[in-house]
């Protein structure tokens, strides 16, 4: 009788969920995103990062992504689910005490899972949600330090806004994270520099500003 019970509740779960969507609009589109490092999601960071990147021609950008996103429009309440899937390329810049500069580049995949808010009949938007993070390149070696990576998959979160203007899409958010993933890089010995640690710690998971546009079909 408990088995029946909970199968009934199951199936009525999936059928309200099968016609909330049925009645649901739903678009899809591309996206393609400017990442750039920083430390909290204030308006004097955002301001300091982007001064930092145009006087350094870009080098402290952190990189870019591309991808697709579904917007799934919730019928007569204004809000909506929002699914992404991305490729991430990204780099972190490491100075030793021996003057070495390492660029650690990582490669990832992102799915975003957000949800947001409507306003002015769907022109703009505000959302909120986690994003989970899959790392596509390990054991990287610069300048004769190997990267030691452990975490495969980490996860984070994301808020932010967008506009939409007829069916271009300009977006802005702030990521950060939930879960670290601190690596290290091992002097492998055959280009040990006098006086550089033969270990080197950074953060493979910084928090950024995201600035992008989008098409939807």
């Known amino acids: 009788m408990k088995k029946q019970k909970t199968m009934k509740t199951a199936i009525s779960i999936i059928g309200i ?3 909330t969507f049925a009645y649901s609009q739903v678009t899809f589109g ?7 490092n920083t430390s909290s999601a204030s308006w004097d960071n955002f301001k300091g990062a982007i001064n930092t990147s145009a006087d350094s021609n870009g080098d402290n950008a ?3 992504n591309v991808g697709l996103a579904a917007k799934i429009d919730l019928p007569a309440s204004g809000w909506f689910v929002m699914p992404e899937v991305y490729y991430t390329s ?4 490491v ?3 021996g ?16 949800v947001g808010h409507n306003f002015l009949l769907g022109k703009l938007a505000a959302f909120v949600g986690p994003v989970a993070s899959y790392n596509l390149s390990t054991d990287n070696n610069y300048s004769g330090f190997v990267e030691d990576v452990k975490n495969e998959l980490t996860v984070g979160y994301q808020i932010g806004a967008q ?9 802005a958010r702030y990521e950060g994270a939930f879960s670290e993933d601190s690596r290290k890089f091992i002097n492998s010995g055959s280009d040990l520099v006098a006086g550089d640690e033969t270990e080197i710690r950074y953060d493979n998971r910084p928090s950024m500003f995201i600035l992008g546009i989008g098409y939807n079909f």
Request: charged share 20%; hydrophobic share 50%.
């Open 17 to 19: 969920l099968a016609s």
């Open 30 to 36: 591309l996206r393609a995103n400017a990442l750039i």
């Open 62 to 64: 952190a990189g870019f």
């Open 90 to 93: 990204f780099k972190n810049t």
């Open 95 to 97: 100075e030793t005490t």
């Open 99 to 114: 003057n070495v500069k390492i660029e650690a580049k990582s490669n990832r995949i992102d799915v975003p899972v957000l």
């Open 163 to 171: 506009a939409t203007l007829s069916k271009f899409v300009i977006n």
